[in-house]
């Protein structure tokens, strides 16, 4: 069984930053998609971001319209990590961050594909 544990939300001005962390336990491999979802108030919970393993070499990362240029997403497969920088914040990035998996290498933004969850860190943005 695989856990999954978010930190590093928390509150901040706009246009500044923070960077979430998302630890993963159990065994998961390292050939599968993680990414991160966010979800506000009476909204539906988004992608924000995922990455995928190459089939070659290295991952390849999908990003919302509304964080590209601002967000990156990364990972640490030995450390079994996954990290969302967020620099320039928005007001409406304010919402519950949620790292999520699945075991499967492509990535979707479909939140029903995602078996493994966590159990979200708050983002606030004012």
């Known amino acids: 069984d695989v856990q999954l544990v978010e930190s590093g939300g928390g509150s901040v001005q706009a246009g500044g930053s923070l960077r979430l962390s998302c630890a993963a336990s159990?065994?998961?491999?390292?050939?599968?998609?993680m990414g991160w979802f966010r979800q506000a108030p009476g909204k539906e919970r988004e992608r924000v971001a995922t990455l995928s393993p190459a089939y070659s070499s290295g991952n390849y990362a999908v990003y919302a319209d509304s964080v590209k240029g601002r967000f990156t997403i990364s990972r640490d497969t030995a450390k079994m990590m996954v990290y969302l920088q967020m620099n320039e914040l928005k007001p409406e990035d304010t919402a519950v961050y949620y790292c999520a998996g699945r075991t499967v290498r492509g990535c979707t933004a479909t939140v029903s594909q995602y078996p493994y969850w966590g159990q979200g860190t708050q983002v606030t943005v004012s």
């Open positions: 159990g065994y998961i491999g390292s050939n599968y998609c």
